[in-house]
């Protein structure tokens, strides 16, 4: 892709030397273009590598379980449903997008706005963009190969890349092995590395202080350049296939981009039996922390138990993924219309 | 008791930390795609003005701060306290020695100030950026010198010590930039 402007003036760039008013976008128009400019790459890279687009419901019947992630939800009343249905907004499109995979339909990719209740800041907006893309017969190293060649077409620059698995990059940056430590050990860890707050912190599960550690030592410690962490704990799989070994872990990866959490893939779970039974883990996860209850994805798990092809998918925020490419530092700098001004 | 949740944080809000007052100077939300959130917040402490960092879990709530800023009139200082009170409705507070800090040595009677009240007692005195003071003592300078170069200390019926031009002399007004404790010109009386 072509350079365009410098990052300084992407940021600054007053709109046509127009005074600031929340009437006009948050992005400079520079910045805009720019977005404009990314998609355009993006969708001429999957043509390039034959990879189809695809479209599937932003409202759903049913809702993702993770207890990590909100829906937001809406009412849809009229023919078809006279008394009211309430609908999900889409968190991400990988369960429809996996009913296509089973239907046959090859590599497929989409890019669409999704929506998660609950989180806005620096790095977050309650609606934002996706690029979600599914390879049959890939694995998921095989994928971070693609997502590494689709994000230096990307740079003008090429970028410093490195691969870490979840284990190494704990024990070289904090010393401790994330597979084996306990939340005590995790807790102790956090302490000593000055997390401030730590003493009055009360966390649900080890899984949470791993994310602790995670972004409050981990990440800012990462440095520039694209970082690949693969095969994390198997209590993180979410979605992915899980690796038995000693320890088993999870075949999911996360791209990282100037320590950033840009990317999440996963070699996908294929098995219906196992997808049900971590769906209703969660929905008893939910239940006992008093989350929302939500309606699991029937037809999910029905593709799965008709066959998904093996496959590896990957979800990767266009908005902070743009944010690297232009030295921003809030997301709001980015988008159009941001929550506040939406 | 009320309270805020962390969905409710941002740079201004009171709460209590550790027993102290405290002021949200910045509010960071932190979470990985697939995990837990937290709120990584920047409190400076009303009471001691240290800036310190904490993470809350997102979702926790956290004891508001009754806290609020007013502009009084400072009357006078018994030694002790240093008493002040409202223009309007004349109720008076008295703030101790910790409360009023540096901003003793700028502090006038008649001039008007902005008292932070934690539960009612103040807990914070600021004095205005500028104010006007006459000079108590100070040597006489060379006669004809205007240039200002090098000064010499003035003593400002106040107590304060600050560094004036040479041209400048006892009985004078002069304005004070109470944030630098420089001084800044020449003031005529109101």
């Known amino acids: 892709m072509s350079p365009g402007p410098k990052k300084s003036e992407l940021v600054n760039r007053l709109n ?27 969708r001429t890279f999957f043509h390039r590598q034959g990879v189809m687009e695809v479209e599937t419901p932003v409202c759903s019947r049913s809702a993702t379980t993770d ?57 977050h907006n309650p609606e934002f963009t996706l690029l979600e893309w599914y390879r049959p017969g890939f694995d998921h190293h095989r994928l971070m190969d693609e997502v590494e060649q689709l994000v230096q077409a990307l740079m003008s620059e090429p970028p410093a890349v490195r691969r870490i698995s979840y284990q190494a990059l ?23 590395q000055g997390v401030s707050g730590v003493d009055r912190l009360d ?83 939910r239940s006992a922390a008093g989350q929302a209850d ?3 994805d029937g037809q999910l798990i029905e593709a799965l138990s008709l066959g998904l092809p093996d496959c590896a998918g990957v979800a990767l925020g266009i908005d902070r993924l743009i944010m690297q490419l232009a030295g921003a530092e809030q997301i709001s700098q980015v988008l159009a219309f941001p929550l506040e001004r939406a | 008791m009320a309270t805020y949740s962390t969905s409710e944080f941002k740079g201004g809000l009171k709460i209590m930390l550790d027993g102290d007052p405290c002021s949200i100077i910045e509010n960071e939300f932190v979470k990985p795609g697939k995990g837990q959130a937290f709120n990584r917040v920047k409190i400076r402490n009303l009471k001691t003005g240290r800036v310190i960092e904490r993470t809350f879990k997102s979702g926790e709530s956290v004891e508001a701060a009754d806290v609020m800023e007013m502009d009084l009139q400072y009357l006078y200082s018994d030694g002790e306290f240093w008493h002040f009170m409202h223009p309007d409705t004349f109720e008076q507070v008295s703030a101790d020695a910790a409360a009023v800090g540096d901003s003793v040595k700028w502090l006038k009677d008649q001039d008007m100030c902005t008292v932070t009240l934690w539960n009612g007692a103040p807990i914070i005195v600021e004095v205005p950026n500028f104010v006007n003071l006459a000079i108590t003592e100070t040597d006489p300078g060379l006669k004809g010198d205007t240039s200002g170069g090098g000064g010499k200390p003035a003593t400002l019926e106040t107590g304060a010590v600050v560094r004036v031009p040479l041209f400048v002399q006892t009985g004078e007004l002069i304005k004070v930039d109470t944030r630098s404790g420089e001084y800044v010109s020449r003031a005529k009386e109101e």
């Open chain 1, 16 to 42: 046509n030397g127009k005074p600031d008013s929340g009437a006009y976008p948050a992005a400079s128009l520079e910045m805009l273009r720019m977005r404009a400019r990314v998609l355009a790459a993006i």
């Open chain 1, 67 to 123: 207890p990590a992630i909100e829906s937001l939800v809406t009412r849809y009343t009229g023919p078809g449903a006279p008394a009211g249905l309430p609908l999900y907004l889409h968190t991400s499109p990988e369960f429809p997008m996996k009913r296509l995979l089973a239907a046959g339909s090859g590599a497929i990719y989409q890019i669409c706005k999704v929506f998660r209740n609950g989180e806005s800041g620096r790095l």
């Open chain 1, 170 to 192: 704990f024990q070289q940056q904090l010393r401790l092995d994330p597979h084996q430590a306990s939340a005590g050990q995790l807790r102790d860890c956090a302490l000593n």
């Open chain 1, 203 to 285: 966390l649900p599960h080890r899984d949470a202080w791993l994310d602790l550690l995670m972004t409050h030592c981990v990440e800012p410690a990462m440095g520039p350049g694209l970082c690949f962490v693969y095969d994390y704990p198997a209590s993180q799989a979410a979605l992915s296939r899980v690796r038995p070994g000693n320890p088993p872990v999870a075949e999911r990866f996360e791209l990282y981009i100037n320590g950033i959490e840009v990317a999440n893939g996963f070699h996908e779970l294929t098995d219906a039996a196992e997808q049900q039974r971590r769906f209703e883990q969660d929905l008893q996860t």
């Open chain 1, 294 to 296: 939500v309606p699991m």
